[in-house]
């Protein structure tokens, strides 16, 4: 499918008046229900694709909030309690002067996330519209599988409370347990991938411009 | 297509209209939403207000870590740490929770805990690791919730929630109380005092002390509290006691307290009680203050009360029951006059007198009106006799006649006064010290010093040392010698000696011619030139004796005489006693008795058989003579020529001795220039207080006694003459001239028959052995100069004595005779002295009654026998004669034996060595002497 080279405009299945099946890839004709051979509901392009994608998108939005909130680690050392946010760990660690796992950090925890919900919401947006330059529908590609791809990693933050959570007990000298923070991050990664999941890439496809 | 198989059947549905419709996944983010909202909800349901809590400093306040706790659990969290507005303060905001904020109010307390040090532990060390945190107290009372508070500068001793009662203590120092010192209740800590500080004036310290709920109850207006910081040491009679309350009283100070009376009323939180310094002046402190139930009466004392103050205590059976509460003195009706008079007010406590404190005062006047109609006075005494001051004691006796209390006195009842009982001990005390003062001490210690240095020198001298064996073993030869019978043979001996030396006499008398006798006296003149020479000498040495009698001259004698005046005086006053005026009575009983006797001697005298002594006499010396007539008839005149130039010879030899005598002559002028060097005045001044001491020995009273002894004795001699006379007036003595008469008669006879026989010849025999004595006698006289120049070195020996040191020796000996003049044992000598005299009466009496004029008869009647026997013995005369001419031969071998290198000789110049050698002893008899004139009286 690299169209990248082509300056011609794909034929798409649906211009052919096909529909490909997107488990196993048996074209239907048009108006077929259900493949022939996976049988898995055939659609030329998914129903409510955009609305879900907003919908996880928002929701992964909303939980993100308070995943910057509230504390992410309760530590508990004989000497001290400290309970830190996503920033202000990010900002404890730039002043212990440990600026690869601040930056480490900051791109897993912030940068990603936030990333997402901005290819995503563009990658909804973008859509809607019509005719789109042949390059742009390409970065749109490049950007949607960017996002499919990287989205899984943002959950290293959850993986690393996970983990000292569990190895980090040690009674009265020290302890970490997660905040409502944790749980709120991990919540808000997994919708973004949800979100990036319903996102139907077919749809930008469409916006070729209908030349023939 | 279709060939193969023909295409699947076409499902073809019509789409669904999914843009047209909403999705079910919008519920997704309205579930995320709403949870979101749920948590935001909930967090700020939970989150309590946010209070501020002002500090000193925030040391050890982290915002987000630091704790606010409340008994030890967490109710909050510091959010932030600002300045107060003027930056006077750290405000702390902290994030209450939500169930506790509506606690806090005005009563509220916070502080931060931190690690902290004290005496009393070691608290909030689990801070070193966790950090500092907030402790809060309040009550448990929702009521004036407030959002800003203070915070107290450093943790509370007492922790605010805690049951019990604050009061205030007040203390003119408060340098003995530390704050967080233990308040204590006979010895337990039932609470603790908080931080002491100035009040506003600045003349006291007030402290919060805290008494923690059980305890408190014990707080009444009859508490007291006192001081028991460190700790006490009371000497009394029951040895050292050191008190310590606590450790921590000891070192943080403490206070203690107690109810002292009954009676006391519960007191209010914030009362307010003063620190006493002692228990005892706590105790004491009741009756300060103690005014409402005061009951005041009045005394009138006489004379001086310079210790009586304000403030005295009133004393009754040892317990103090009041004060004096002022001291005035007031003019009083005594008699006709108005005298001013010293009026105590005493402010009696009639708890103290067993009166109940509500009980009006007429109960306890009523008390005291019956104490003193039995005999109750009030009087001063001293309090302290050191300082001197005074106290009002009630005193009762049933010896002083009931009285009653003037209940019109004014201003007060007045109890009647007694005489005070005030020991001025200052002034005695600063007798005794000036007395003290007065003593001559240091010169006491100066001799004291010397004495025991003497006696140091004395006591480890070699000589000293040996004084005492010595001395034992000079009374073991003496004992000796005494009890040896030659001893005892001697008066036998002399008696015989001197009977033979009497007829050697008598012999050299009837045979000396007047020829040698001229050569003799020639001899003699050449003798008596030396002397001339000799006396030469004299001059110098009269000079010496001069200047020796000037030495004597200017002794002291004065002093000597004024004691010997005053022991004159103390014997003239011995004299005029009554024993001693009797004495002349007895005295001229006595001689009118002597003088009888003498009559009756006189009768005696002139009987007629004495008359006829003479005659017999007469006729005796007649035949004598015819004796001398035969002599000289038979040559013995020759023979005596002869023994007479013997004589001559033998004073040739004592011519040639007394040519030493100028020399002998000058050794006695040295010893007299020594005598004049003698320190006589120091012997003449001891002698004088010798004196004096001897005067006030005659002065005692056992000397006064001494006349009536003396008295008595001379009356027991009287007696004893009466006896004599009437011995005299015997028969017995009568008969004695006739019996002497026929003595003479008898020895007139033996001459007559010395006559006849041939006693004369042999006589003559004699006289020419005396010659040969004679002889022997010249030969031995060679050695007088040996001899003379012997006694001249033995002058020589005494002039060299230490004489001045003896003199001294003797001087001090005398000192100490002085001492012991003095000393009772010398007072108890007249005593002995009258009993010794005693004694002479008893042994005169037994003289008188004992038959001792019978005696003196019988030796009379013997010697009358005797007399008989001489006569006969003269019968033997011729016998005699030879026998003495066998004795005149023996002296003759003694003469020749005493020649020179005799035995006698060197026995005489051994004699004189060994003089020589007691003088040596003498010498360091002296320097003993000298040293320690005291080892002669104390035997050491």
Not at chain 1, 122 to 138: D, E, T
Not at chain 2, 788 to 795: N, T
Request: with cysteine; proline share 5%.
């Amino acid at each position: 499918m690299d169209l990248a080279g082509s300056p011609r405009p794909a034929l798409t299945a649906r211009a052919a008046g096909l529909i490909g099946c997107e488990r196993c890839g048996k074209v239907a004709p048009m108006g077929q229900a259900a493949c022939g051979r996976c049988g898995s509901p055939l659609n030329s392009r998914r129903p409510g694709s955009l609305q879900a994608v907003w919908a996880w998108l928002i929701a992964g939005i909303i939980v993100y909030i308070p995943a910057n909130i509230y504390p992410m680690l309760y530590t508990n050392t004989l000497t001290s309690r400290h309970s830190g946010t996503i920033v202000g760990g990010i900002i404890d660690l730039i002043e212990y002067g440990s600026y690869f796992v601040a930056i480490v950090v900051f791109v897993a925890s912030v940068l990603i996330p936030i990333g997402k919900f901005v290819v995503i919401g563009y990658l909804a947006f973008a859509v809607r519209a019509r005719a789109v330059p042949a390059r742009r529908r390409r970065a749109m590609h490049r950007m949607y599988e960017i996002v499919e791809f990287i989205g899984r990693w943002s959950m290293i933050d959850v993986f690393v409370v996970a983990i000292l959570s569990a190895l980090v007990q040690l009674g009265s000298v020290a302890s970490i347990r997660p905040g409502i923070a944790a749980a709120c991050f991990a919540l808000s990664v997994a919708m973004t991938m949800l979100a990036a999941r319903a996102f139907d890439p077919r749809l930008i496809w469409d916006l070729e411009p209908a030349d023939g | 297509m279709a060939d193969a198989g023909g295409p699947a059947e076409m499902d073809v549905r019509a789409p669904r209209g999914a843009n047209g419709r909403l999705s079910l996944v919008w519920l997704v983010p309205v579930a995320a939403l709403a949870i979101s909202l749920l948590i935001a909800w909930q967090t700020y349901s939970q989150r309590g207000p946010l209070v501020t809590i002002d500090f000193e400093n925030a040391a050890g306040i982290k915002p987000g870590e630091t704790e606010l706790r409340y008994r030890e659990v967490p109710v909050g969290v510091v959010e932030d740490v600002t300045f107060a507005a003027d930056l006077s303060s750290v405000r702390v905001a902290v994030r209450i929770d939500k169930e506790i904020a509506p606690y806090l109010d005005s009563g509220a307390r916070f502080w931060v805990v931190r690690p902290e040090v004290s005496t009393r532990g070691i608290s909030g060390l689990e801070t070193v690791l966790s950090g500092a945190y907030i402790e809060g107290t309040w009550d448990a009372q929702i009521e004036g919730t407030q959002v800003a508070f203070r915070g107290l500068d450093r943790t509370p001793f007492v922790r605010p929630d805690r049951d019990g009662t604050r009061v205030i203590l007040r203390s003119a120092d408060g340098g003995q109380v530390a704050a967080g010192a233990p308040v204590l209740y006979r010895g337990i800590e039932v609470g603790q005092i908080e931080s002491p500080m100035l009040n506003d004036d600045g003349s006291a310290i007030i402290m919060n002390a805290f008494i923690e709920a059980p305890h408190d109850r014990w707080l009444t207006t009859a508490t007291r509290f006192w001081d028991t910081s460190g700790f006490s040491v009371s000497l009394d009679s029951a040895g050292v006691s050191l008190n310590i309350e606590s450790l921590a009283a000891l070192v943080q100070g403490g206070v203690s307290f107690d109810t002292v009376i009954e009676g006391g009323e519960p007191v209010a939180p914030g009362h307010l009680f003063d620190i006493f310094t002692t228990e005892a002046a706590a105790r004491e402190s009741l009756f300060t203050t103690d005014i409402a139930s005061e009951v005041l009466v009045t005394a009138v004392f006489e004379g001086s009360a310079s210790g009586l103050s304000q403030g005295a205590r009133v004393i009754y059976k040892g317990l103090r029951v009041g004060k004096v509460q002022t001291v005035t003195a007031s003019l009083q009706q005594v008699g006709q006059d108005r005298e001013l008079r010293l009026l105590a007010v005493l402010a009696l406590q009639p708890a103290r007198l067993g009166v109940s404190a509500d009980a009006p005062p007429e109960e306890t006047m009523f008390l005291l009106q019956d104490a003193v109609r039995d005999g109750l006075r009030a009087r001063l005494t001293t309090d302290n006799i050191l300082t001197g001051s005074l106290m009002v004691e009630f005193v009762e006796t049933d010896e002083w006649p009931p009285r009653d209390i003037d209940m019109l006195a004014e201003p007060y009842p007045r109890l009647p006064a007694t005489v005070s009982d005030v020991s001025d001990f200052q002034a005695t005390a600063a007798g005794v010290f000036e007395r003290i003062n007065a003593l001559p001490v240091e010169e006491f210690m100066t001799n004291a010093i010397s004495l025991l240095a003497n006696m140091d020198r004395l006591i480890a001298d070699e000589a000293t040392q040996e004084v005492p064996s010595r001395i034992v073993a000079l009374l073991d030869s003496t004992t000796n010698l005494v009890g040896s019978d030659e001893l005892t043979a001697v008066p036998v001996e002399l008696d015989g000696l001197l009977r033979d030396l009497r007829g050697v006499v008598a012999d050299v008398r009837d045979g000396g011619p007047l020829e040698d006798l001229t050569a003799s006296l020639a001899t003699i003149d050449r003798i008596t030139r030396n002397v001339e020479q000799a006396s030469v000498a004299l001059p110098e040495t009269v000079t010496r004796v001069n200047a020796l009698a000037g030495t004597i001259n200017d002794l002291p004698l004065q002093d000597f005489l004024t004691a010997a005046t005053d022991l004159v005086t103390g014997l003239d006053e011995l004299v005029a006693t009554e024993g001693v005026q009797q004495l002349p009575a007895s005295v001229t009983a006595t001689v009118d008795d002597l003088r009888g006797l003498i009559g009756q001697a006189s009768g005696f005298v002139g009987s007629d058989a004495l008359q006829a002594v003479p005659a017999e006499v007469q006729g005796l010396l007649g035949d004598l003579r015819g004796v001398v007539a035969e002599l000289r008839e038979a040559g013995a005149v020759g023979d005596v020529a002869s023994a007479l130039d013997r004589i001559d010879r033998i004073t040739a030899n004592i011519e040639l001795a007394s040519a030493d005598l100028p020399q002998t002559v000058a050794r006695i002028n040295a010893l007299a220039a020594t005598a004049n060097d003698l320190p006589l005045e120091d012997l003449i001044t001891t002698a004088t207080e010798l004196v004096a001491g001897v005067q006030t020995l005659v002065a005692s009273d056992q000397v006064q006694a001494l006349p009536p002894a003396v008295n008595a004795a001379l009356t027991d001699l009287q007696a004893l003459l009466q006896g004599a006379r009437g011995f005299l007036n015997s028969d017995a003595v009568q008969a004695v001239p006739a019996e002497l008469q026929a003595l003479l008669g008898d020895l007139r006879g033996t001459l007559a028959e010395i006559r006849d026989g041939g006693a004369v010849v042999n006589l003559v025999s004699a006289i020419e052995r005396a010659d040969l004595i004679a002889a022997d006698l010249q030969r031995a006289s060679a050695d007088v100069p040996g001899i003379v120049s012997e006694v001249e070195s033995l002058a020589q020996m005494a002039n060299d004595l230490p004489i001045e040191d003896l003199v001294r020796a003797a001087t001090s000996l005398v000192t100490t005779a002085e001492g012991l003049v003095g000393s009772e044992e010398v007072r108890q000598i007249p005593p002995a002295l009258a009993a010794a005299l005693d004694e002479i009466r008893v042994v005169l009496a037994e003289l008188r009654t004992g038959g001792a004029v019978e005696n003196v008869n019988g030796a009379l009647q013997s010697a009358r026998s005797a007399a008989d026997a001489v006569a006969q013995a003269t019968n033997r005369l011729p016998q005699l004669s030879e026998r003495l001419n066998a004795l005149v031969g023996t002296i003759e071998t003694v003469v020749v034996a005493y020649g020179a290198r005799s035995d006698f000789n060197s026995q005489a110049v051994s004699a004189l060595r060994e003089i020589r050698q007691a003088a040596d002893a003498v010498e360091s008899l002296s320097r003993a002497i000298e040293r320690n004139p005291n080892s002669l009286l104390f035997g050491r």
